[in-house]
């Protein structure tokens, strides 16, 4: 596609409910990210994808987040008995590839994610 | 621990003028510094990437330094346009194999006023 792109844009949930984010990267991106922005926080790495599989899962909040990657494109990031702390916009983002030198990052759009 | 910061962390100018941001990180170890803007709403849109053996970059209007040694960058806006407002954000890329994380300045929010 012509960038990264993330459904849904806006999702409400009740707390203890699970969700699921979905992130689409640009064609050819070998390197998928997640962020996640919190109001007045700055923004926070979750984890990152090359290929199918993710090297550093460090970034996650908790083992209620987690996160794969199918055919080394669309990804999904799923939150497990959600609580209030976990609203946020999540971000995704993809690169061409790491380990090099240059590997701009470009973001989608985001999911803001309100748990009531 | 990475840490980068950015001041002022809101700035308001008169249109047309010329503006500096600045960004600054504690760990000189880096592959790359990226600057970003996002306007309200939305998703971040990358505006320049400075490699560490870079000393600037320009696009357009806008010019970013990076001064690796002290830890610095500055984004340069040319005769600034109210669509210029806008967060602007800073990230740096370690330089470390395996660590691929951007770590991001909190970010300066940017008023242009006609």
């Known amino acids: 596609g012509a960038g990264v792109s993330q459904s849904p844009s806006n999702k409400v949930t009740e707390k203890g409910k699970d969700v699921e984010l979905r992130c689409d990267p640009i064609?050819?991106?070998?390197?998928l990210y997640w962020y996640r922005q919190s109001l007045g926080q700055g923004l926070e790495f979750l984890i990152y994808?090359?290929?199918?599989?993710?090297?550093?899962k460090s970034g996650l909040p908790s083992d209620r987040f987690s996160a794969e990657r199918t055919g080394g494109s669309v990804s999904t990031l799923t939150i497990q008995r959600t609580q209030q702390e976990d609203s946020a916009v999540y971000l995704c983002?993809?690169?061409?590839?790491?380990?090099?030198?240059?590997?701009?990052?470009?973001f989608g759009p985001g999911t803001r994610l309100t748990v009531l | 621990k990475q840490e980068v910061t950015q001041i002022p962390a809101a700035l308001s100018v008169p249109e047309g003028e010329n503006l500096v941001l600045n960004c600054s990180f504690t760990?000189?170890?880096?592959?790359?510094l990226q600057w970003f803007r996002q306007d309200p709403g939305k998703g971040l849109t990358s505006l320049l990437l400075?490699?560490?053996?870079?000393r600037e970059q320009t696009s357009g209007r806008l010019n970013a330094s990076l001064d690796k040694s002290s830890g610095r960058s500055t984004l340069y806006i040319a005769a600034s346009q109210p669509g210029d407002s806008a967060t602007y954000l800073c990230a740096v890329r370690p330089k470390k194999v395996g660590n691929e994380k951007l770590t991001f300045g909190t970010g300066t929010r940017l008023t242009i006023i006609p």
């Open positions: 994808f090359q290929g199918n599989s993710a090297p550093d």
């Open positions: 760990d000189s170890a880096i592959y790359n």
């Open positions: 064609s050819g991106h070998t390197a």
């Open positions: 983002a993809s690169s061409l590839a790491i380990y090099t030198g240059y590997n701009e990052q470009f």
């Open positions: 400075i490699q560490s053996s870079q």
